[in-house]
């Protein structure tokens, strides 16, 4: 079956434009979780969805930063006022919460790059 | 909060035997996990064990937990080419809390 998809593959964009960062879960998996990875690094939590809520925002790391699952499936994540900073690589992972080990499915990324 | 350190790099002899190392600091740790990263391609989880078990086997990879010292390894017996790629290991640290923290991640290279 499907894998967790995101869109774009790569992202170039200019320091204070708006960008959105689209992500479809595996169908079925109600908890969706975005990552972002910087060069040389892990990938650090940015926010998590059961369903449509937000349950867990707490790796956001300004105001600048928001994310929504309006029918708790696809999410978007959307990035105000871009920053040379905010470079990275964002990745999606799904799951079915709830089933012991909670394995997190990832998609393969969206390379975001701020000029 | 909670972190997770791994050593960047590590070279093995093809045929010889990978130990990734990973130390945590959070003692409420419930899964730890072992993740894989190829290039172009997506986190792959490799294997995961329970914090109340100690050792874990699955084909060529043996996780050894030690809590006490809270220290994490990833054997791989009998290294190929196709082993190459970035390690991270990842715990979540209790139950109802989903977020995965990371390590640096290892980058593993076989030496023919």
């Known amino acids: 079956g499907a894998g967790v998809s995101q869109t774009p593959s790569n992202k170039v964009t200019e320091k204070g434009k708006y960008v959105e960062l689209r992500c479809d879960p595996i169908?079925?998996?109600?908890?969706l979780y975005w990552y972002r990875q910087s060069l040389g690094q892990g990938p650090e939590f940015l926010i998590y969805?059961?369903?449509?809520?937000?349950?867990?925002d707490s790796g956001l790391p300004n105001d600048r930063f928001f994310a929504v699952r309006p029918e708790g499936s696809v999410s978007t994540l959307k990035i105000q006022r871009t920053e040379r900073g905010d470079s990275a690589v964002y990745l999606c992972a799904s799951s079915i919460p709830g089933t012991g080990i909670n394995e997190q499915f990832f998609g393969p990324g969206t390379r975001l790059t701020v000029l | 909060g909670e972190d997770v350190e791994q050593s960047l790099f590590l070279s093995v002899r093809e045929g010889d035997s990978s130990v990734i190392n990973c130390t945590y600091t959070?003692?409420?740790?419930?899964?730890l996990y072992w993740y894989k990263q190829e290039p172009g391609a997506g986190l792959q989880l490799l294997t995961y064990i329970f914090s109340n078990m100690d050792m874990k086997q699955d084909q060529r990879l043996t996780v050894l937990l030690n809590k006490k010292d809270k220290h994490l390894s990833l054997r791989i017996a009998d290294t190929q080419t196709g082993d190459s790629a970035i390690y991270f290991c990842?715990?979540?640290?209790?139950?109802?809390?989903?977020?995965?923290?990371f390590g640096t991640g290892t980058r593993l290279t076989i030496i023919p």
């Open positions: 990842a715990e979540v640290s209790h139950f109802g809390n989903e977020k995965l923290t």
């Open positions: 169908s079925g998996h109600t908890a």
């Open positions: 959070d003692s409420s740790s419930t899964y």
């Open positions: 969805f059961q369903g449509t809520g937000a349950a867990d």
